[in-house]
């Protein structure tokens, strides 16, 4: 049954632990970096160097991006009427769209410093405080 509604058809051979097992290990490996990228493993994460937080957070973005296009591709070309294609239209490529738009920002270098390798969070400055500061300028130089 999960191979119908993950494949699209009957086949438990696709799940067996010479696959799923190395496929599990990629995803780990793409989740650590992320999470490395973001600045969400502390210590451990900055032992990664900085160029490969960077890659595999782009590499994720990509296996994403090409996985919601190929679900773009099944929804308009495929039958519509499996239990796979209603899952794939309405949950898998929804999902893989939205998540690697969300690495694609984890991945995108943000701050004024321009370093792609320095943490996502440590680059975030404060809003309210430039807005607020800007508020108060205006009202003095009304005066």
Do not use: E
Not at 30 to 47: I, M, P, S, Y
Not at 120 to 141: C, E, M, T, Y
Request: aromatic share 4%; glycine share 12%.
């Amino acid at each position: 049954m999960l191979a119908h509604l993950a494949l699209g058809r009957d086949n438990p051979a696709a799940f067996r632990p010479a696959i799923v097992a190395p496929l599990a290990g990629l995803l780990l490996l793409g989740a650590t970096t992320a999470l490395a990228r973001v600045g969400r493993l502390g210590r451990l994460g900055r032992r990664i160097p900085g160029p490969l937080r960077q890659a595999g957070t782009l590499a994720i973005t990509a296996g994403l991006a090409a996985r919601g296009a190929a679900g773009l591709g099944m929804v308009a070309w495929g039958d519509p009427g499996t239990p796979f294609a209603r899952l794939n239209r309405a949950v898998y490529t929804p999902a893989c769209l939205a998540l690697s738009v969300a690495s694609l920002v984890a991945a995108w270098p943000l701050g004024r410093s321009g370093d792609p390798h320095q943490p996502f969070a440590a680059q975030r400055k404060p809003v309210l405080p430039d807005v607020l500061s800007g508020v108060f300028a205006l009202r003095s130089a009304a005066r």
